[in-house]
């Protein structure tokens, strides 16, 4: 069975399971593109019983189908409770209230991505461009169990009848609010990571891992985009006494060293190629790649730019 054979038998077999109780319910195949110009094959589904459109996305799903990880039936059956979580899950979410830009204004974030791998999912979306990353803004929706995000498109933009100078001073408002940065050693992190590391004493002469820092937000999620904040990188750059190293991470989070770690040519190009090392060895997820560059930011000048 090749992969559009197996989205079409999936897709009969998950309605004839829902339609036993909702007789209106539609599906269909579709693409998705994602961060990173990634694209994802989604089941999306249409009832008069539900407000919004979920989608299950059927790629993970065929991979573990031709492992013979998972059977058919097993797979319709996920499916099938999958879009039953999320069909609950709709009738707490106002999607009316998503075009009030009062009603919603305070569940505004701006996030951070690669801005030419995101270009085409960015092309009706307000943004900025940042080095070579690009800012761009989301709607934070609380959900069962956690929270989704929807992308502040031009049109979605257009009805708040607002700008984006609007949008941005008050995203920016909102993520001091409600996720604030955190900025700690990566000894300490690793630390909080994995307990076995708490009983692992760091050498009084060595320094490094004292020196290299990892900045991200209170959630660690979408927290890379403090970069883009020259107050955050003020403050760490006068704690450290220094101008910053900054290396994409993920686009959750950014490694912060001082620059004396990056002194000569010679140690920035292995700080580059240690951070291409990573993005392109299966460490960091195709979806959560930031970029390959790294930045620094000069403290006196209070900019940011590519050093490498």
């Not at 943004?127 to 502040?152: N, T």
């Not at 950014?254 to 010679?266: F, G, N, Q, R, Y």
């Not at 240690?274 to 930031?290: K, Q, R, Y």
Request: proline letters at 3%; glycine letters at 4%; one cysteine or more.
């Amino acid at each position: 069975m090749n992969r559009n054979e197996f989205f079409e038998a999936v897709k009969t077999g998950v309605l004839e399971n829902l339609k036993k109780t909702d007789n209106t319910l539609e599906a269909t195949i579709s693409k998705v593109t994602k961060l990173n110009n990634i694209v994802y094959t989604g089941l999306s589904f249409k009832s008069q019983t539900t407000r919004v459109a979920p989608v299950v996305y059927l790629d993970e799903f065929f991979a573990r189908f031709s492992d013979d990880d998972l059977s058919l039936d097993d797979i319709i059956d996920r499916v099938s409770e999958i879009y039953k979580t999320h069909a609950a899950d709709s009738q707490d979410i106002d999607v009316g209230g998503i075009t009030d830009y009062n009603a919603i204004k305070d569940k505004i974030a701006p996030a951070i991505c690669n801005a030419e791998r995101c270009k085409d999912y960015l092309k009706d979306a307000p943004h900025e461009q940042f080095c070579d990353l690009a800012i761009y803004f989301r709607v934070i929706v609380d959900i069962r169990d956690g929270e989704g995000s929807v992308l502040v498109s031009n049109q979605l933009m257009n009805s708040w009848n607002v700008g984006l100078d609007d949008i941005k001073s008050q995203a920016w408002k909102n993520l001091k609010r409600d996720n604030p940065p955190s900025f700690k050693t990566m000894y300490d992190v690793l630390k909080e990571s994995i307990p076995a590391f708490a009983d692992v004493a760091l050498p009084e002469e060595t320094d490094d891992s004292c020196s290299m820092h990892v900045l991200t937000n209170h959630s660690k999620t979408a927290g890379a985009v403090y970069m883009a904040d020259t107050s955050v990188l003020e403050g760490i750059a006068g704690e450290m006494d220094s101008d910053l190293i900054i290396l994409p991470s993920s686009r959750h989070e950014l490694i912060i060293l001082p620059i004396a770690m990056a002194e000569t040519p010679d140690k920035l190009a292995d700080l580059k190629s240690m951070v291409t090392e990573i993005n392109h060895n299966g460490t960091v997820s195709d979806e959560d790649f930031l970029g390959d560059s790294v930045y620094v930011y000069h403290r006196e000048a209070g900019t940011v730019e590519i050093a490498a």
